[in-house]
C-alpha cells in the first residue's frame, strides 16, 4: 500500500465495500448468519475506523502497526478518544459489540476454523454499527481528503 497515495476517503470507500458485500452475503443466504458475514463486517468497522484516524492525523504505518492492526477494540478507542462522536452518534450498545466482534476477528475465527465456542454479537446490531459507521463518516472523509 502506498502510503502517499492512501486517503481518508480511499480507506471509507474501501470499508463500505465491504460492508456492501456483507449485505449481499447475508442476502443470498436467506438472512442465515455464517463466518464470511461476520469477516466482512469487521473487515468495514475497520477501515472505517482506519479512515477516520488516518483523516485525524495518525499516519497509515502507525495505523497497520501492532498496536492498531486489526483490533477493533483499540481503533474504537482511539477513535472514541479522537472525538468519533462528533461525526457518527454509536451508542455504547454499538461500541460493545464492536468490541465483542472484534474478540474473534483479531483471532481471525471468522477466516479460520477452530474448535470450540464463539463470543458472536447480534448480527443486526453488529450490521447497524457498520452501517452508522460508513454512513457517518463518508462526507466526514471526504471533505478530509479534499483539503
Not at 25 to 51: C, D, R, W
Not at 120 to 139: K, M, R, T, V
Amino acid at each position: 500500500m502506498d502510503e502517499e497515495r492512501t486517503t481518508s476517503f480511499g480507506l471509507w470507500r474501501y470499508g463500505n465495500d465491504f460492508r456492501k458485500a456483507a449485505l449481499a452475503v447475508l442476502t443470498h443466504h436467506n438472512n442465515e448468519i455464517f463466518m464470511p458475514y461476520f469477516f466482512l463486517l469487521g473487515q468495514s468497522i475497520e477501515l472505517s475506523l482506519k479512515a477516520f484516524l488516518l483523516a485525524r492525523g495518525i499516519p497509515l504505518s502507525e495505523l497497520r502497526s501492532r498496536k492498531y492492526g486489526h483490533n477493533l477494540k483499540a481503533l474504537l478507542d482511539e477513535a472514541r478518544h479522537r472525538k468519533l462522536g462528533n461525526e457518527v452518534k454509536l451508542k455504547n450498545t454499538h461500541c460493545a459489540v464492536i468490541h465483542l466482534l472484534g474478540i474473534e476477528y483479531l483471532g481471525k475465527r471468522f477466516q479460520y476454523i477452530k474448535t470450540g465456542s464463539m463470543s458472536i454479537p447480534e448480527p443486526w446490531l453488529a450490521q447497524e454499527a457498520a452501517d452508522l459507521l460508513s454512513n457517518g463518516l463518508q462526507q466526514y472523509c471526504l471533505k478530509n481528503t479534499l483539503k
